[in-house]
C-alpha cells in the first residue's frame, strides 16, 4: 500500500501483508539499506522520549537516511500554536513559520505532540500533527501523537503475532495506577489496532475511565478486573487519564488493587505481559511480574526499531 502520512491503523493497508513485511526485515534489517540514501529524516519532539526517539533513527540507519532531531523545549524558540494571537508574550515564533522551515530542511518528518488536556477538542483533532501534515510539505508520521501512538501499536501486534499460541488470542488491556496525568493515545491505539487484528480484546477499568468508543469498537468492557483476566494470552498494562465528559484529562483513582500482580496473572492462560514502557514498578506492575519468564516488554521495546523500518521503508518507496 502506498503511504504518504502515517497517524494511525488506517495508513498501514492489509495488517497480514505489514506483519509479513516486519518479519521480513526483522531477518534481514539492513536489507533496504539504500534506500533512504540522501535522504534527511527529522524528528521532532515537543515531549520526552527513550524508545521513540532511539528506535525511529536506528530504523532511519537501517536504510541509510541522515537524521536530524529537535527537542522544542530543549533549546528551540518556544512556539506560538495557536493563529490570530497578538505575540506579546513569552512565545517568540510562531509554529505556522517554523513548520515550512523545518519542512525545508528535510524530506520526511516525525512528530511527538502529547494531548496537552488543555482542550479536549484541540487535542482529539490533533491539531499539531495536522498542522505537520498541512504546512511541511513533506510526509509525516506520528511518534506518539494526541490520540494515537501507532509506531508502538504496530511494535505491539508484531510482538503479538511472534508469540500467540492460538490463532485468535484473548488480549486483555488494563488500566493500572499512575500517580500523574497520562494521554489516552496508547490504549486507543493498542484497541485501534487489536480490533483491526480480530483477535479477541478485552478491555478493564475503573468506573470513569472509559476511552472514546471509537477506539474501544467491538472490545468488551468488563469493570472487574479478576473477570477479565481469566483464561487471557496477553496482558497488555496501562495508565491513562480519564476521557470521559469534564474529567477530561483528570486522575480518578490511584487504587493499586489494579496494579498488575502475581494474583491477577494466576487467573489467566499463562499470560504475556506487555507494556510499552516506561513503567513506573509496583504501581503498574510489580517487580515479580515484569522480571516473569512470561514479561515482554524488552522484546516489544525492541520491535519498535522494526515497525519503524517498515514504515519508514513504505514513505521512501513512495516519495
Ligand atoms: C507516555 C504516555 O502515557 O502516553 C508515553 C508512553 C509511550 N508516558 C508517560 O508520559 C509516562
Ligand atoms: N514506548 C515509547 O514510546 O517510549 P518513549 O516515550 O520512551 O519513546
Not at 20 to 31: G, H, S, W
Not at 98 to 113: E, K, Q
Not at 246 to 253: A, P, R
Not at 289 to 299: A, D, F, T
Request: negative net charge; contains cysteine; charged residues 25%.
Amino acid at each position: 500500500m502506498i503511504m504518504r502520512h502515517f497517524t494511525s491503523v488506517n495508513d498501514i493497508g492489509d495488517l497480514t501483508v505489514a506483519i509479513k513485511e516486519a518479519l521480513e526485515i526483522k531477518a534481514d534489517r539492513f536489507k533496504y539499506s539504500t534506500l533512504g540514501r540522501n535522504k534527511t529524516l527529522m524528528m521532532v519532539f515537543f515531549n520526552s522520549s527513550l524508545r521513540t526517539r532511539l528506535s525511529t533513527q536506528k530504523a532511519a540507519l537501517n536504510l541509510g537516511m541522515n537524521v536530524i532531531v529537535l527537542d522544542i523545549n530543549q533549546g528551540a524558540w518556544k512556539l506560538e500554536t495557536e493563529r490570530g494571537v497578538i505575540m506579546d508574550g513569552d512565545k517568540p515564533e510562531h509554529i505556522l513559520e517554523a513548520i515550512p522551515v523545518m519542512g525545508s530542511y528535510c524530506d520526511v518528518i516525525g512528530v511527538r505532540s502529547f494531548a496537552r488536556f488543555e482542550n479536549k477538542c484541540e487535542d482529539y483533532n490533533e491539531v499539531i500533527l495536522n498542522q505537520f501534515i498541512k504546512y511541511s510539505g513533506r510526509p509525516v508520521f506520528s511518534m506518539e501523537a494526541a490520540t494515537r501512538h501507532p509506531l508502538q501499536s504496530f511494535a505491539d501486534l508484531i510482538t503479538i503475532e511472534e508469540h500467540k499460541r492460538v490463532e485468535r488470542p484473548k488480549v486483555v488491556m488494563t488500566w493500572a495506577p499512575h500517580p500523574k496525568a497520562l494521554p489516552q493515545a496508547v490504549p486507543n491505539s493498542f484497541a485501534e489496532w487489536i480490533n483491526a487484528a480480530g483477535y479477541e480484546l478485552v478491555i478493564t477499568h475503573p468506573e470513569g475511565y472509559e476511552l472514546d468508543e471509537a477506539f474501544v469498537g467491538n472490545a468488551r468492557v468488563e469493570y472487574n478486573q479478576m473477570k477479565a483476566f481469566e483464561g487471557a494470552d496477553f496482558v497488555y498494562a496501562k495508565n491513562w487519564s480519564a476521557y470521559k465528559g469534564d474529567n477530561y484529562g483528570k486522575v480518578l483513582s490511584t487504587d493499586r488493587d489494579w496494579t498488575v500482580s502475581e494474583r491477577q496473572m494466576a487467573v489467566t492462560n499463562n499470560a504475556f505481559f506487555m507494556h510499552c514502557l516506561p513503567v513506573r514498578r509496583n504501581m503498574i506492575v510489580t517487580d515479580a511480574v515484569i522480571e516473569s519468564e512470561n514479561s515482554l516488554v524488552i522484546p516489544e521495546a525492541a520491535n519498535r526499531e522494526i515497525s519503524a523500518t517498515v514504515v519508514l521503508k513504505r514513505i521512501l518507496e513512495n516519495l
